[in-house]
């Protein structure tokens, strides 16, 4: 399986854009990127997902790297809100995949006020 | 909006018991799955199902069992818990069926168990 590599903490502070880096220097062709993210003593939650294009939605965009090894997740302005663990994740490109995730240990967002 | 429903949001059991964790997914969707988190190890896969009556292993099934009789609804079932059980367990749910790519997972809040 493809793997991510993602840095283990990062700090911003309220109101400034928080660029999320994730590195995947083995993602296959057919590999879509996703990133979720989880609130304190909640479930995961979906933010964005993309292939190749850099795509954009109401939480957030994603800058996905020509070669496709790398990808940024962008929070143009961060709230506290925001603060959580970030998960890039590569779709299980196995033909029984039936939409498996394999989450990594994701980064930890900390937003100062 | 997609709304996934857990059973309980705080669960405590005795080693030996047999648990049962129910998961509820309203949107009609085909996938469903079961995961525990633990410090140090993230989600894992437990079991999913990709239709009524259907399901396949995860990545740790050993211990667990699961039941899905309605699309709607999928039961994660502890026979014997014991100690090392004791976790967070999230369920989820996607849209898509056998094969889909790029569709999205919905999670509920989560269930912690304890077993003593």
């Known amino acids: 399986d493809a793997k991510t590599t993602q840095p283990n903490s990062m700090e911003s502070n309220e109101e400034e854009p928080v660029h999320l880096p994730c590195n995947h220097s083995?993602?296959?062709?057919?590999?879509?990127i996703h990133w979720y993210r989880q609130l304190p003593s909640q479930g995961p939650e979906y933010v964005i997902h993309g292939l190749t294009s850099n795509v954009n939605n109401r939480m957030a965009s994603l800058a996905i790297a020509e070669d496709r090894k790398s990808s940024t997740l962008i929070l143009h302005r961060a709230t506290l809100r925001d603060a959580a663990v970030y998960y890039c994740i590569l779709r299980d490109p196995g033909g029984t995949s039936y939409g498996k995730l394999t989450f990594g240990q994701g980064t930890i967002l900390t937003v100062h006020p | 909006d997609v709304k996934v429903t857990q059973s309980s949001r705080y669960l405590v059991k005795r080693t030996g018991e047999k648990v049962f964790l129910e998961c509820v997914q309203d949107?009609?969707?085909?996938?469903m799955f079961w995961y525990r988190q633990d410090p140090g190890l993230g989600l894992r896969l437990i079991y999913f199902s990709y239709d009524v009556k259907m399901k396949e292993k995860g990545d740790i099934p050993e211990g667990y069992s699961v039941s899905r009789e309605k699309k709607e609804r999928f039961s994660l079932i502890l026979e014997s818990a014991s100690t090392n059980q004791t976790s967070m367990y999230l369920c989820a749910s996607s849209l898509s069926g056998f094969g889909q790519r790029g569709d999205t997972q919905y999670f509920g809040p989560g269930t912690r168990l304890t077993v003593l």
């Open positions: 083995t993602i296959s062709g057919t590999d879509y």
């Open positions: 949107m009609d969707h085909e996938n």
